[in-house]
């Protein structure tokens, strides 16, 4: 019973890890709270919805499709709304509304096309089924998230520590004057590190989506305030603190809805939220929010 | 004469809307050590953002090499050739050294040129080599400024730009940066040096600006700069 609710809280904790990454790279990097992160979470979901339906794609190739979709949709919504603010070296209130409000334009557009109602995806997706390993029950939907997390928090963290390309990230993320003065093409940077906050958001909308089979517009606005608990938990821009914290969410989470009560199972995130900004603001490892503070 | 690798003229500098530099004309040769004193506030460090394209001119040109940059995106001019090492040393801080230092050499593609010019680096600054992996953040005042001028180094530049190398330094880490930019200037190195410290500048410097509220006041030798009375009093504390 314990070892089920540890697996399914490493789960759902990955997917969440997964979430909060790409959150907080765009906050380390571009300096702002995006609050359009979560529609990308959304739109991943609604993407690799479609993708399995219409274009009978496979879902570990729904996910990667979704994922670059999300992260273009990133780009766009970035360039145009965030852009003009950078360049005017805009105080950080003002991108704050303005994603707030592209938020409830987003979301309000959503809703109107595909309505509230709850989707699913086809019953293909799951033909795999289920193992049984010593009485622990795992889908291979369930493996195939677990596996695709590694893989790209493994990706990101090998292409921010290992390549110029991550060096140049970190850069721009320290001081974007002297990265120009290095050479460092900042606008392609942004773009790019866009592009992958987008895709890691739309990727674990697909996740979340997949793993509970259930999927509407919102979705990514619960998800966002778990997003929030994570990478205050974390630090925020802190990328190891928010693999970490996410984990500890949800497992927490999934204890407290297995020994506690069900419902008290989103309150979790918020009590860490409110404790970390009570005992330690800069959270667990927050050294880049210290800093900047 | 030839003509300059750099040539500024007419340049207006606007921050927060008044003009801090009003105007100014200043050219740099090939080979050469230019600096560019005068007091706090002067417009030194606002001019050398604009030549490395931080700050878009209000008017005025700035030729790098026979070609107008003035306006011209900061990454851009890097390419060019034309690298700073910025007031404040701001090197990276989260970083280690030797990521600092590749940051330095991020335009050069080929490995073993970017690993000849660390050598060199590392010889001209031993203190950094010992200490590759660490924070650039633990290092002390001097020691960043070697590691913002070995960044700046790690580029191989054609025009190297140092604003105010010295500033909040101890003594003795004044003097070796001061050595430091003599040995660039005999090994050809072309470097325009913006200065508090006019003193320890002019010893070096082939020709002198001096600048006030925006304006180009003086200009001429360094060892005439240094003679004359008005920077004597003003600059030199004499």
């Known amino acids: 019973m314990l070892a089920q609710q540890l697996l399914n809280g490493i789960l759902a904790g990955s997917v969440y890890a997964l979430f909060a990454l790409g959150f907080t790279l765009m906050f380390g990097v571009l300096g702002v709270i995006n609050l359009t992160y979560g529609f990308y979470f959304s739109t991943g979901a609604f993407v690799a919805l479609h993708a399995t339906r219409y274009l009978h794609m496979q879902i570990w190739e729904a996910l990667p499709f979704a994922a670059a979709i999300a992260g273009l949709i990133a780009i766009v919504i970035d360039e145009l709304l965030l852009g003009p603010l950078r360049r005017a070296k805009a105080p950080e209130l003002s991108s704050l509304m303005v994603t707030l409000g592209a938020t409830l334009l987003l979301y309000s557009l959503m809703t109107a096309w595909f309505t509230t109602d709850i989707r699913r995806f086809p019953p293909t997706v799951f033909d795999g089924g289920a193992f049984e390993i010593q009485g622990l029950r795992i889908t291979l939907s369930q493996i195939l998230i677990v596996a695709a997390v590694v893989s790209i928090v493994g990706g990101l963290a090998w292409l921010l520590r290992r390549t110029k390309l991550g060096l140049a990230i970190r850069a721009l993320a320290e001081n974007d004057d002297v990265a120009q003065l290095m050479g460092v093409n900042v606008g392609g940077v942004v773009h790019l590190v866009s592009f992958i906050s987008g895709a890691l958001g739309g990727a674990a909308g697909v996740m979340i989506g997949l793993n509970y089979n259930a999927i509407q517009p919102y979705m990514g606005e619960s998800m966002m305030l778990k997003g929030f608990a994570v990478i205050i938990l974390g630090g925020l821009g802190d990328i190891r603190g928010a693999v970490l914290a996410g984990l500890a969410l949800g497992i927490l989470e999934t204890l407290t809805a297995g020994y506690v009560a069900s419902s008290m199972k989103d309150a979790v995130g918020f009590l860490l939220l409110v404790l970390t900004l009570w005992f330690r603001p800069v959270g667990l490892f927050g050294r880049i929010a210290a800093k900047r503070a | ?238």
Do not use: C, W
């Open chain 2, 1 to 238: 004469m030839s003509a300059p690798l750099l040539a500024v003229r007419g340049l207006t500098l606007a921050y927060d809307r008044t003009d801090a530099v009003k105007g100014i004309d200043f050219d740099v040769h090939k080979g050469g050590v230019v600096t560019l004193i005068g007091a706090n506030g002067a417009g030194k460090t606002t001019t050398l953002r604009a030549v490395s394209g931080l700050l878009k001119p209000r008017a005025g040109s700035i030729r790098f090499a026979g070609r107008e940059i003035a306006g011209m995106a900061a990454h851009r001019i890097a390419r060019l050739g034309v690298v700073q090492s910025p007031e404040g040393r701001q090197v990276f801080a989260n970083m280690t050294i030797a990521e600092n230092l590749a940051m330095g050499a991020y335009l050069e593609s080929d490995r073993v040129a970017v690993a000849k010019r660390r050598d060199t680096v590392l010889a001209r600054f031993p203190r950094l080599g010992e200490r590759l992996s660490q924070s650039a953040g633990l290092l002390s005042g001097g020691e960043q400024q070697m590691l913002a001028m070995g960044r700046a180094l790690m580029a191989d530049p054609k025009l190297l730009l140092l604003d105010e190398p010295s500033m909040g330094l101890a003594p003795l880490f004044v003097e070796e940066i001061f050595n430091i930019v003599a040995d660039l200037k005999r090994e050809g190195r072309t470097i325009l040096l913006v200065e508090q410290n006019a003193r320890a500048a002019l010893e070096i410097a082939d020709y002198a600006y001096v600048i006030e509220s925006g304006r180009i006041t003086l200009r001429g030798p360094a060892r005439e700069i240094a003679e004359n009375s008005e920077v004597a009093t003003a600059y030199l504390g004499m």
